[in-house]
């Protein structure tokens, strides 16, 4: 097995670095301060082709592997966790599309996606339903050539600014089978938005309920067969989890390198704190429990290029593993900064708020054991 990159991914390694560093770090935290949707410099990462990163050139993505986009995302994230991640759930919800809709859906919805011209969101999440996904309400009744949607989406990254929302719908009897996935436009009568959620973490990015009441959408818009939505909304989670996964190493990264820096220039006691035994074997566990979580999000990301059978379970350990370790470094490093690591004049705080959430969502890592301990026990 070869664990070195090739000249393109170092290429796009390198692209995505230039861009994060340029156009994402020097305003990721007036970003954060004043909820800022840095719609702009989103169009900029479209024009290098982060929006459909494994969407198919032919609607204008850059038909990457996800390997490549793990690379990308976790450069992204060490600039802005919060912004790099709507990146990545908006190519969740473009994938898609591009995966199980029909030439016509993608021609008429990918290319302004892929520019990011239009943006989307992904709607499973419920009040009453968030890990138990299967179990959701929101109802599709079909009437004619048209659907009626009722029902409420909760915590939906781009709620109430996105123009495509990608929703899960119950169209038929209880459980997975009876889920339908559906592409709903901005702007459909009985579409509307909850009020903005204040957050501790992700402010670059709107989040807010996506409400339903007596909604027409066309029967055109469903994405793939009735009955398919659960297994659509699960095969793009698995992709969606590397990603996330490659956010946190990246604001994780990014802490370590910053602590790193602090201790070698902190003095205490007659000496730079780097110095010290404890703060070595500290910054040693660091860095090597990160590079074990890099490995294991690029090995669950081969599994799904290949379409490995075990690919769920290694996107889901590496979920786990990469999230849990990115915010234990990240709280790591806030703990070796002292008091300065506690005040927003310094960014680890902004890190450690941002990667929190990385544990609950795309499927709460509770969850992930789950995934892991039934395949191991049948």
Known sequence: MNFGLTEDQEAFRRAAQDFAQGEMAPHAAAWDEDSIFPEDCLRKAAELGFAGIYVKEDVGGSQLSRLDAALIFEELAAACPSTAAYISIHNMASWMIDTFGTEEQRRRWLPDLAAMTTFASYCLTEPNAGSDAASLRTRAERVGGHYVLN????????????????????????????????????????????????????????????????????????????????????????????????????????????????????????????????????????????????????????????????????????????????FAVVDAALQLHGGYGYIKEYPIERYLRDLRVHQILEGSNEIMRVIVGRALTG
């Not at 409420?152 to 038929?172: L, N, P």
């Not at 066309?218 to 698995?238: S, T, W, Y």
């Open 151 to 326: 029902g409420t989406k909760a915590f939906i990254s781009g709620g109430g600014r996105s123009d495509v929302y990608v929703v899960m719908v119950r169209t038929g009897g209880p459980g997975p089978k009876g889920i339908s996935c559906l592409v709903v436009e901005a702007g459909t009568p009985g579409l509307s938005f909850g009020k903005q959620e204040k957050k501790l973490g992700w402010k670059s990015q709107p989040t807010a309920s996506v409400i339903f009441e007596d909604c027409r959408v066309p029967v055109a818009n469903r994405i793939g067969a009735e009955g398919d939505g659960f297994k659509i909304a699960m095969k793009g989670l698995d992709g969606g989890r590397i990603n996330i996964g490659a956010c946190s190493l990246g604001g994780a990264r990014r802490c370590l390198d910053l602590a790193i820096d602090y201790t070698k220039q902190r003095q205490q006691f007659g000496q730079a704190i780097a110095s010290f035994q404890a703060t070595q074997f500290k910054l040693a566990d660091m860095a090597t429990e990160l590079h074990a979580a890099r490995l294991m999000i690029h090995r669950a990301a081969d599994s799904l290029d290949r379409a490995s059978p075990e690919a769920t379970v290694h996107c889901a350990m590496a979920k786990r593993m990469a999230t849990d370790t990115g």
